[in-house]
């Protein structure tokens, strides 16, 4: 049975309900990697991991433990990147499945506006998390998991 494994420090609330309901109702173990505990319901199959607090120390742990097959849920593209390379699943909380296809695309473009902003330009910040980002998470979990039953 693959694992979910959760970037928690930035997933949306709405996300985190949505992947704990998914894994009790499919008894997928998922496990939510942040630097401070989660809030989480009591759960068999629903776990939170702090790590220690340091620059990208969930990332690191997550990345030291996920394998092939299991999914990361996460919006951090090197982390996605990371997690790649160990042939796990990654999809973003918008329910974007990202791959070796895209995701060195999705790296660059990120650094590209990193620089921008870096250079002082005003590139504005990521949408709002919204009903149909919900709603397309939601749907793109569940076929994911769909496959794996």
């Known amino acids: 049975m693959p694992t979910l494994w959760v970037d928690a420090d930035a997933c949306p609330?709405?996300?985190r309900d949505i992947i704990v309901r998914a894994a009790e109702r499919t008894a997928t173990p998922a496990c939510f990697v942040a630097n401070h505990q989660i809030p989480l319901p009591p759960s068999r199959w629903v776990k939170s991991l702090a790590v220690a607090s340091g620059f990208d120390a969930a990332d690191d742990e997550i990345v030291e433990r996920i394998q092939s097959g299991d999914l990361l849920i996460t919006?951090?593209?090197?982390?996605?990147m990371a997690a790649i390379e160990r042939?796990?699943?990654v999809m973003t909380t918008r329910g974007e499945m990202l791959d070796p296809s895209n995701i060195k695309a999705r790296v660059?473009?990120?650094d590209f506006m990193e620089t921008l902003r870096a250079s002082g330009e005003h590139t504005g910040g990521p949408k709002?998390?919204?009903?149909g980002d919900r709603r397309e998470f939601?749907?793109?979990l569940?076929?994911?998991l769909a496959k794996r039953a």
């Open 13 to 15: 609330r709405a996300a």
């Open 75 to 80: 919006s951090d593209l090197p982390l996605a």
């Open 87 to 89: 042939e796990a699943k």
């Open 108 to 110: 660059q473009m990120r």
């Open 128 to 131: 709002g998390y919204s009903d």
């Open 138 to 140: 939601a749907n793109a």
């Open 142 to 144: 569940d076929r994911w």
